[in-house]
C-alpha cells in the first residue's frame, strides 16, 4: 500500500505571495491532519480534515486555511506569506478521526519564503 | 499549557547498547501515546502506538512502556545500530480534540 505523498516537496515563494501544499493519504484513509515543524517551536497542530469537514484547528492565524476533498486528498493553503511561514509542512492520515488511530505521516513539503 | 519533556536533547552510544529513552507528560487524560523516528529532513516515521489501556507495545526490537499515572513513557531499544541513529519523538492525544502534543525530541547517535 502506498504511503503518505505529499507534493511539491520543496518551495521556494517571496513574502506577500500564497502558497498550496497538496497531500494524499493512504488509501481508505479518511482523516487528513496538518503540522508545521519548525527548530524552534518543534511541531505544531494546523488542523484536521475527516469527510471534508474541518473538525479541529491549531492556534494559527487565518491566513492559514485548507480543505478536502471527496477523495480525503487535501490540500493547505498560507495567503500573504510571511518570512516565519519557512518551515517544513507534515500531513498525517488516519483511517478514521486522527485522535483515535495511529498517524501516518507524509515526507513533508519544505517551504523556504524569502 | 500541557507539555511533553523529552530528556536529554542528545544522546551518543556505541553499537550494541541497550538504551532507554523517556517520554514525560503533564497531562492526565491521555487517549493513546505514540513514538516516532524522524531521519534529517524527512517526515515521521510511526514505531509504536500505545492506548491508554495498555501497559507496553512490543516491535521487533523496540517496547514502548505508558505509565499514566507517572505521566511516563519509555522505549526501550535493544541491540543498538547505525541505523537506529535519528530523532526520536514521542507525542499524544487526548480524547478532546485532534492534535496530537509532540515532545521535541531525542537526537540519537549510534557509533559503530
Known amino acids: 500500500k502506498a504511503g503518505v505523498t505529499q507534493t511539491p516537496r520543496y518551495l521556494i515563494k517571496t513574502r506577500g505571495q500564497q502558497v498550496t501544499l497538496s497531500c494524499s493519504p493512504i488509501?481508505?484513509?479518511?482523516?487528513v491532519s496538518w503540522y508545521q515543524q519548525t527548530p524552534g517551536q518543534g511541531l505544531q497542530f494546523l488542523f484536521e480534515?475527516?469527510?471534508?469537514?474541518?473538525?479541529n484547528k491549531g492556534n494559527f492565524p487565518g491566513r492559514f486555511s485548507g480543505r478536502q476533498f471527496s477523495n480525503s486528498r487535501s490540500e493547505m493553503n498560507v495567503s500573504t506569506l510571511e518570512l516565519g511561514d519557512s518551515a517544513l509542512y507534515l500531513c498525517?492520515?488516519?483511517?478514521?478521526?486522527?485522535?483515535?488511530?495511529?498517524?501516518?505521516f507524509g515526507p513533508g513539503t519544505r517551504l523556504t519564503v524569502t | 499549557k500541557q507539555e511533553v519533556t523529552q530528556i536529554p536533547a542528545a544522546l551518543s552510544v556505541p553499537e550494541g547498547e541497550n538504551l532507554v529513552l523517556n517520554c514525560s507528560f503533564t497531562?492526565?487524560?491521555?487517549?493513546?501515546l505514540q513514538w516516532f523516528r524522524q531521519d534529517p529532513g524527512k517526515g515521521l516515521t510511526s514505531l509504536l502506538l500505545?492506548?491508554?489501556?495498555?501497559r507496553e507495545q512490543t516491535s521487533g526490537r523496540l517496547n514502548a512502556s505508558l505509565d499514566k499515572s507517572s505521566g511516563r513513557s519509555t522505549l526501550y531499544i535493544a541491540a543498538s545500530q547505525p541505523g537506529d541513529s535519528a530523532t526520536y519523538l514521542c507525542?499524544?492525544?487526548?480524547?478532546?480534540?485532534?492534535?496530537?502534543?509532540f515532545g521535541k525530541g531525542i537526537t540519537l547517535s549510534v557509533r559503530p
Open positions: 498525517a492520515s488516519s483511517p478514521g478521526l486522527a485522535y483515535s488511530y495511529e498517524q501516518y
Open positions: 488509501s481508505g484513509h479518511r482523516s
Open positions: 480534515y475527516f469527510s471534508e469537514t474541518q473538525r
Open positions: 497531562d492526565s487524560a491521555i487517549y493513546n
Open positions: 500505545i492506548q491508554s489501556s495498555q
Open positions: 507525542a499524544y492525544h487526548t480524547g478532546a480534540n485532534s492534535k496530537l502534543t
